[in-house]
């Protein structure tokens, strides 16, 4: 799905601002007309922090906006985009119901054409924030306790982040040409010096219009059949991407009509190859290690809102730190976001919204279903990012048997055979085939808190593997964690062999809080424990990534193991001031010390 841009044959406008929103507690309202006495409301943001007594509130809410089209636009084709709007969004546009996308993170847009008047738009979406069983990520299943978290939490969720909602990401009017660019595709690989670059692309119908790519005034025309062609073109000398040189070039697409351009699109490209080989992941042919964090889209106030100053304090804490990595956990950053990567030189692991899923009933198949949909709109979205370098299918699926559960924990650490549910295999397997077939050039994995009993890492090529030992488990005892675990990744590469992510591990860490000699929620035992892990984890070939969970403390449900409605691993507080733990992974991942 390309970006909207301004160029010489496309033009966009961004709706984002004060809208209106009316909170339909009864759900009675139809307001796809448009509503008086609404309250004002910022877009993007989310609604539960920025309007009072709204924190808890996931029901439906209406929002509107006006707009008038801009001068010049009539006789193009004219769009409307939402790049994120969490849970469910159905839309009109002056009365007229354009559709509905269910599912938070990923764009949608709607063809407003034939609708669109000169002025007095009225654009309308109901929002529904509920959480469900058969939703993804889900809600849990009424009456039943809670998967997740021994005791229940407020909101309910099967996950461990506040479930923001409304309209998160901004809203984008824009106009293409009536026969158009829709789609490019770029594949590069490396040939000695060069870098080859596959160019696919789509247009709408229409016959005797060609393809021009052009990358530094290399020009080469599309070959293939009506609206579908590529190319190839190659770059001699060419400069790679990679986190130490994010070199970018532009490529322009441009759809020719008896030698004239009657659409253009530029596109920033990366000449990089991700592959595994063995136990190693290799880019551009070179072993790399994954410096890092899981992190969540989450600040006062917006909530899960998209903030462009956020995203360069953010990436100039992990500079600061050494990182050079980071997931989208749990669920797709924002666009800003990833267009960022490409150009300071992060490598992603881009994942989709499948977070706390479960595999009995109800809503099992709406739920596979959904997840399904999520992979084709991710990497329809991010699959031209140099920086993505792997898919991960779902964050810690809740797959093992419970007889399985209790051999691998128990003291003699047991793996039985059959060690997940088979609905969760089966999802897997299905899942990891879809995103192959949509994208054969990235490895895939699926990040599992399950350890050795998770059979679906059979169709994964990287194994990203989430811990606690030190906290959740031998609490207090950071070395017997450590140990422990040790064997359990030992375990586990033995079974799944090749390359090994330790994508999450971490401490709770109160700021201000110290104690001597270490102990639980002091910064002291947080940097005590990152410590050791990596120290442990330096140790093992086969480990290309440490990921620390958190980057930033961030808001969640209520519950009785979340003080304050936080979870605190991170090493920089929310409003990103650093714990102790921050000067002490700098050291260890630079070398700098505090002085310097
Ligand atoms: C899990 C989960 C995170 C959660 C973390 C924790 O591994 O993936 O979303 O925040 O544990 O309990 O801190």
Request: proline share 6%.
């Amino acid at each position: 799905m390309l970006y909207p841009q301004n160029s010489l044959t496309r033009r966009m406008v961004d709706l984002s601002g004060f809208w209106q929103i009316h909170f339909d507690e009864t759900q009675s309202g139809r307001f796809e007309a448009g509503f008086e006495g609404g309250e004002m409301i910022a877009v993007p943001a989310s609604w539960n922090d920025q309007i009072a007594g709204r924190r808890d509130y996931l029901g439906i809410a209406w929002y509107q906006t006006e707009f008038a089209l801009p001068w010049g636009w009539r006789g193009q084709r004219i769009f409307i985009r939402f790049n994120s709007v969490n849970y469910l969004a159905e839309v009109w546009l002056n009365g007229v119901r354009l559709g509905e996308h269910e599912g938070g993170h990923l764009p949608f847009i709607f063809e407003i054409t034939d609708h669109v008047r000169d002025q007095g738009n009225t654009l309308v979406l109901r929002v529904d924030g509920e959480l469900a069983a058969d939703r993804v990520p889900p809600g849990q299943i009424a009456g039943k306790e809670n998967i997740t978290f021994g005791a229940a939490n407020f909101p309910d969720t099967t996950f461990d982040f506040f479930p923001f909602c409304g309209i998160q990401r901004p809203v984008l009017l824009y106009c293409i040409p009536q026969t158009a660019i829709t789609d490019i595709t770029v594949v590069t690989e490396i040939d000695g010096t060069a870098g080859i670059v596959s160019v696919q692309t789509a247009h709408t119908p229409g016959e005797g219009f060609t393809t021009r790519c052009t990358i530094q005034g290399h020009s080469t025309f599309q070959t293939g059949e009506g609206e579908n062609g590529s190319t190839t073109l190659s770059i001699p000398n060419a400069a790679l991407w990679s986190p130490q040189a994010p070199n970018l070039y532009a490529l322009t697409v441009e759809l020719m009509y008896d030698g004239a351009p009657v659409d253009s699109y530029t596109l920033e490209i990366g000449i990089r190859t991700i592959k595994v080989d063995g136990d190693r992941l290799l880019l551009n042919g070179e072993p790399v290690k994954l410096l890092g964090f899981g992190r969540h889209e989450d600040f006062p106030v917006i909530g899960r809102g998209l903030m462009p100053a956020l995203i360069i304090k953010d990436y100039g804490l992990m500079r600061w730190i050494g990182a050079n990595s980071f997931r989208t956990s749990h669920y797709p950053y924002s666009e800003q976001m990833m267009q960022l990567a490409d150009q300071l030189g992060f490598l992603v692991i881009d994942e989709t919204p499948a977070v706390g899923l479960f595999f009995q009933e109800p809503g099992l198949d709406r739920r596979s279903q959904l997840c399904q949909q999520y992979i084709r709109e991710l990497i329809d979205r991010d699959k031209n990012h140099p920086s993505v370098i792997m898919w991960s299918l779902a964050n810690e699926p809740h797959t093992s048997t419970p007889e399985a559960r209790r051999a691998y924990d128990s003291p003699n650490f047991t793996v039985i055979e059959h060690s997940s549910q088979p609905a969760a295999v089966e999802a897997f397997r299905e899942q990891a085939a879809l995103a192959r077939a949509l994208d054969p050039t990235r490895p895939i994995t699926l990040v599992s808190w399950e350890g050795a009993v998770e059979e679906s890492w059979q169709f994964v090529d990287v194994i990203c593997f989430n811990r606690y030992n030190g906290w959740y488990q031998q609490s207090g005892r950071i070395e017997t964690g450590v140990q422990r675990l040790s064997h359990e990744i030992d375990v586990i590469h033995a079974r799944f062999p090749g390359p090994f992510i330790m994508s999450e591990f971490g401490a709770d860490t109160i700021p201000g809080h110290h104690a001597d000699p270490p102990e639980m929620f002091s910064e002291e035992y947080q940097a005590e424990l990152l410590s050791q892990y990596i120290a442990m984890l330096n140790s093992k070939p086969f480990v290309v990534g440490q990921h620390i969970w958190n980057l930033c403390d961030f808001k969640t449900a209520q519950g009785v193991i979340r003080m304050g409605s936080y979870n605190y691993k991170g090493i920089f507080t929310r409003d990103r001031r650093p714990k102790m733990a921050a000067h002490r992974v700098r050291q260890l991942w630079t070398g700098q010390t505090e002085s310097d």
